[in-house]
């Protein structure tokens, strides 16, 4: 009986059978032709793998076990002990921790640049073992967009590589390769994934060699994402453009009514006329700015912070983003935990900034919702 399914099936199999040696062999001598071990390759996470590599138009991929574990690889693609990275200042508060406390204590050292200077002044930074500059293309969580082709163009003007998380945007609104990068990387628990349901990473590259390190680094660190986790992430971006449309959309909206209320102070959408870089965002992301938005409150304050949450019924505090289903967070308070009070202050992240993740519900149902927490925020 042959059997053609229209969906991939879940290999939930740590091991896979060979009928003899001869098969061992054609595994060793043909690479891609037959799996062997979980570990080093699963038909789920590869199909994964792949449709990511297609939609940011890369050369392959490796699919790790959480966002985290994807910057980790890329990290590793270009560096060994007694190497240095730049890393832009405005980050995600994971990716600096990993570097401060981690890739650190392995002798790999780490400046960060500000923002003004990623695409003016990189040279400044920059030490003779510098390998790279990390950036990403929505910064978190202040929403700065970076000028993509500058940034290559520094970067690889001091023989450094551009790695690009590109998360934030996911590759339906931007795809970083056309601009130069040479890694992009994403948290696909977020955007990819969609569902709030999965927690995986991926890593693509640009070149062909670049793509085969990716691999080695995974298998050997044994970074694997599980055949479930791969599957759901795989079902998930089947919708990731018409998630991204409606996230965008909603987005908009939510951004335009903060901007008009009186108990906010400021907004940070790209989407906004008056973001700074509102014509840059707009030819990266192809006319579309995501679903991410930050605001910060004109009581800039914690108590401020808790009435918001406190009165919000569709906002459901959530240290995550990138769900179908609406939620908020709190920089100050868990991704950029790590940083001192006087680098959250530089960076602008108050007390009274929140950073919400706009689904794809109702749109007035939304609207109406924060009309009334903000309210609670006055006193």
Do not use: C, K, M, W
């Given at each position: 009986m042959h059997i053609h399914p229209k969906i991939t099936p879940i290999y939930q199999t740590s091991v896979f059978k060979f009928?003899?040696?001869?098969?061992?062999?054609?595994?060793?001598?043909?690479?891609g032709s037959r799996y062997l071990y979980s570990r080093n390759g699963n038909p789920n996470s590869d199909e994964l793998a792949e449709a990511v590599t297609h939609l940011e138009g890369g050369a392959g991929a490796v699919a790790t076990g959480s966002g985290m574990a994807a910057i980790f690889a890329a990290l590793l693609t270009y560096c060994t002990a007694g190497d240095h990275v730049l890393c832009a200042a405005d980050i995600y508060g994971g990716?600096?921790?990993?570097?401060?406390?981690?890739?650190?204590?392995?002798?790999?050292?780490?400046?960060?640049v500000p923002f003004e200077d990623l695409t003016t002044n990189l040279a400044a930074y920059a030490q003779p073992r510098t390998r790279l500059l990390l950036c990403e293309t929505i910064s978190n969580p202040l929403l700065r967009v970076v000028d993509l082709r500058a940034a290559a163009e520094a970067a690889h003007a001091l023989g450094l590589k551009l790695v690009l998380d590109n998360t934030f945007a996911s590759p339906v609104l931007t795809q970083p390769f056309e601009y130069g990068a040479d890694l992009v990387m994403h948290s696909v628990t977020k955007y990819?994934?969609?569902?709030?349901d999965v927690t995986a990473g991926v890593v693509v590259a640009r070149t062909p060699e670049d793509a085969a390190r990716l691999r080695q680094i995974g298998t050997l660190f044994g970074l694997t994402l599980s055949p479930m986790e791969s599957w759901l992430a795989v079902r998930g971006i089947k919708t990731l453009r018409l998630r991204m449309e409606a996230h965008s959309r909603n987005a908009q909206a939510v951004a335009e009514l903060l901007a008009q209320h009186p108990a906010v102070q400021?907004?940070?959408?790209?989407?906004?006329?008056?973001?700074?870089?509102?014509?840059?965002?707009?030819e990266q992301g192809a006319g579309r700015f995501g679903g991410m938005v930050s605001f910060r409150l004109l009581d800039d304050s914690t108590n401020a912070v808790s009435r918001f949450m406190r009165a919000s019924q569709r906002f459901p505090f959530a240290p995550s983003l990138a769900g179908v289903d609406s939620s908020l967070s709190y920089p100050a308070?868990?991704?950029?935990?790590?940083?001192?009070e006087e680098q959250?202050?530089?960076?602008?992240?108050?007390?009274?900034?929140?950073?919400?993740?706009?689904?794809?519900?109702?749109?007035e149902e939304l609207l109406a919702d924060l009309h009334q927490a903000l309210e609670a925020t006055v006193v």
């Open positions: 009928e003899d040696l001869n098969e061992l062999e054609l595994y060793f001598g043909e690479p990716s600096a921790a990993l570097l401060n406390q981690e890739l650190d204590r392995l002798g790999i050292g780490v400046s960060y990819l994934a969609g569902h709030s400021e907004v940070f959408y790209p989407g906004l006329a008056q973001h700074p870089q509102h014509t840059l965002a707009r308070g868990t991704s950029h935990r790590a940083l001192t959250r202050q530089e960076l602008g992240i108050t007390a009274g900034l929140v950073r919400l993740s706009v689904g794809i519900e109702p749109v």
